[in-house]
T-cell receptor
Framework: NAGVMQNPRHLVRRRGQEARLRCSPVKGHSHVYWYRQLPEEGLKFMVYLQKENIIDESGMPKERFSAEFPKEGPSILRIQQVVRGDSAAYFC??????????????FGQGTRLTVV | AQSVAQPEDQVNVAEGNPLTVKCTYSVSGNPYLFWYVQYPNRGLQFLLKYITGDNLVKGSYGFEAEFNKSQTSFHLKKPSALVSDSALYFCAVRVVYSSASKIIFGSGTRLSIRP
């Protein structure tokens, strides 16, 4: 009974490098959400994806950040040219398809990104 | 704008006493409301949800929440707190729009239970 799997759990990048965060949703879930949590703060919505489609990216910074959820394989959150302010915990969540608005989202353990 | 608010950053309760963590929401249409708990360096764990029906919802670890439509609130409660309940608690609402939905979280309330 695998839940949402995120890897890596911890990621250290130097300024200017790229960070790639992976998320495998619960089996059978077709909706994926990414959130960012700064230390001692709440979760900020970043992006909502369905298979091969970005549904809502209103919380995603316009530059350097991108996300995808391909037909096969995990969802990827990519941060290019990282800066110290990108250091945070990034959480992925998944839920079943549309029509299940009443269903809770299931969260992964998060990837803690540290930019040095 | 659709939103959820947790007015208290921190709640301190003595072990054995009842606890309440407050949440208010603002959504159009019927709300789908959730409570999650986060332990240090962990992801979020689902506690309970309100969709429809009985205003008092029971969830995991002895927690319950009361939906109050007139006050647009969904406060989390537990009759007798345990030290192990100390954690960060998030209220959330699922926003359903034309072709999709997303979950919006409150800012979180840190619950501290003293022995």
């Amino acid at each position: 009974n695998a839940g949402v799997m995120q890897n890596p759990r911890h990621l250290v990048r130097r300024r200017g490098q790229e960070a790639r965060l992976r998320c495998s949703p619960v089996k059978g879930h077709s909706h994926v959400y990414w959130y960012r949590q700064l230390p001692e703060e709440g979760l900020k919505f970043m992006v909502y994806l369905q298979k091969e489609n970005i549904i809502d990216e209103s919380g995603m910074p316009k530059e350097r950040f991108s996300a995808e959820f391909p037909k096969e394989g995990p969802s990827i959150l990519r941060i290019q040219q990282v800066v110290r302010g990108d250091s945070a915990a990034y959480f992925c969540a998944s839920s079943p398809g549309q029509g299940y608005g009443a269903t809770e989202a299931f969260f992964g353990q998060g990837t803690r990104l540290t930019v040095v | 704008a659709q939103s959820v608010a947790q007015p208290e950053d921190q709640v301190n309760v003595a072990e054995g006493n009842p606890l309440t963590v407050k949440c208010t929401y603002s959504v159009s249409g019927n709300p789908y409301l959730f409570w999650y708990v986060q332990y240090p360096n962990r992801g979020l764990q689902f506690l309970l949800k309100y969709i429809t029906g009985d205003n008092l919802v029971k969830g995991s670890y002895g927690f319950e929440a009361e939906f109050n439509k007139s006050q647009t609130s969904f406060h989390l409660k537990k009759p007798s707190a345990l030290v192990s309940d100390s954690a960060l608690y998030f209220c959330a609402v699922r926003v359903v729009y034309s072709s999709a939905s997303k979950i919006i979280f409150g800012s979180g309330t840190r619950l501290s239970i003293r022995p």
